[in-house]
């Protein structure tokens, strides 16, 4: 089966619809936060979800780099002291409290957030947005982040700047960071720092607060 130019730019230019048309913005009940996402579905699956959030912002690469970067800005507002990421946050949560009904199943921690994860792809977006802008800022805001209660500062920043000066190229100790970060308290029993399930390399074992 041959699949002509005019269909790729048809399914293309769908796609941006669809995405363009799901942007929500605007100011949260929640502590009157600011908040800029795209729903998966503005009937379906309303609000912004953890995973969802991360795919939607690769995809919105192509359509508006500068709406990808905001989508994960606003995602990470979500990320609790102890470093818990919920899988979905309610920034419109009156418009949408039918889904709230016990026949949804959705477990809250918090009014606005739910008590639930899913995996920490973030990071892999995190990753694409940087490889297709080279913003150095928006890499430096997401690093900020992490919790300094497990990692060094300075051995963060020591890694990103070998990175951004191309003196070594950091990007698997950067991301699995990341990805430590979001999924450290969201399993059943926290990972102990220093242990074989942190020093995976040398960098990352140095990383490791002690």
């Known amino acids: ?15 941006k619809r669809v995405l363009i048309g799901n942007h929500h ?6 502590d009157g936060k600011l908040y ?8 379906s699956y309303p609000f912004q979800w953890f995973w969802d959030s991360a795919f939607i912002s690769i995809a919105l690469l ?3 780099p500068a709406l990808a970067k905001r989508e994960i800005t606003c995602l990470l507002q979500g990320v609790q002291p102890d470093g818990f990421m919920p899988h979905m946050l309610l920034w419109e949560k009156s418009s949408y409290l039918h889904w709230l009904e016990d026949e949804y199943s959705i477990r809250l921690a918090h009014p606005f957030y739910t008590g639930t994860t899913q995996p920490p792809v973030v990071a892999r977006a995190i990753e694409r947005i940087y490889d297709a802008t080279k913003d150095v800022a928006f890499l430096r805001e997401t690093l900020d982040g992490l919790d300094p209660r497990v990692f060094r500062r300075e051995a963060v920043q020591a890694l990103l700047d070998e990175h951004v000066e191309r003196r070594r190229d950091n990007r698997r100790e950067l991301w699995a960071l990341m990805v430590l970060q979001l999924w450290i308290d969201s399993c059943a029993a926290r990972w102990e720092c220093g242990s074989t399930h942190v020093a995976r390399t040398p960098a990352l074992a140095a990383v490791a607060a002690r």
């Open 62 to 64: 192509h359509v508006d």
């Open 25 to 30: 913005s605007g100011i949260s009940a929640w």
């Open 1 to 15: 089966m041959t699949v002509t130019q005019a269909e790729i730019d048809k399914v293309v230019a769908e796609s």
């Open 36 to 43: 800029e996402c795209t729903y998966p579905s503005p009937t």
